[in-house]
């Protein structure tokens, strides 16, 4: 499956961005999808999770009650609500997939990955 991660940009503490996540090729219904980040000279760090159905998502502490992660399996989508954020938010959000269950926050237990889509949040 192929990822295309959109709706990065530039926001002001406080705001909100939605994060979009299209795929392509095969069934997209089979993958759980992910959200990891990488902000500067830091490692990747697990966002949000949300399984093949939809029906369970799981969360970083670091901003539970802030994002929200949804999916669309007719439209092969996946996106990211952010809301209130903050400067370390700031980072590059990826999207990724794996048709395995468990270890959501794992990122070497995804399988494919987006190319990733900017977010600065300025203060």
């Known amino acids: 499956v192929q990822l295309q991660a959109s709706g990065g940009g530039l926001v002001l503490a406080g705001g909100s961005l939605k994060l979009s996540c299209a795929a392509s090729?095969?069934?997209?219904?089979?993958?759980?999808m992910g959200w990891f980040r990488q902000a500067p000279g830091k490692e990747r760090e697990f966002v949000a999770a949300?399984?093949?159905?939809?029906?369970?998502?799981y969360y970083a502490e670091s901003v539970k009650g802030r994002f929200t992660i949804s999916r669309d399996n007719a439209k092969n989508t996946v996106d990211l609500q952010m809301n209130s954020l903050k400067p370390e938010d700031t980072a590059v959000y990826y999207c990724?997939?794996?048709?395995?269950?468990?270890?959501?926050?794992?990122?070497?237990?995804?399988?494919?990955w987006g190319q990733g889509t900017l977010v600065t949040v300025s203060s």
């Open positions: 990724a997939a794996k048709s395995s269950p468990y270890y959501y926050s794992n990122d070497r237990r995804y399988d494919y």
């Open positions: 090729g095969r069934a997209f219904w089979i993958y759980n």
């Open positions: 949300i399984v093949r159905s939809g029906g369970t998502t």
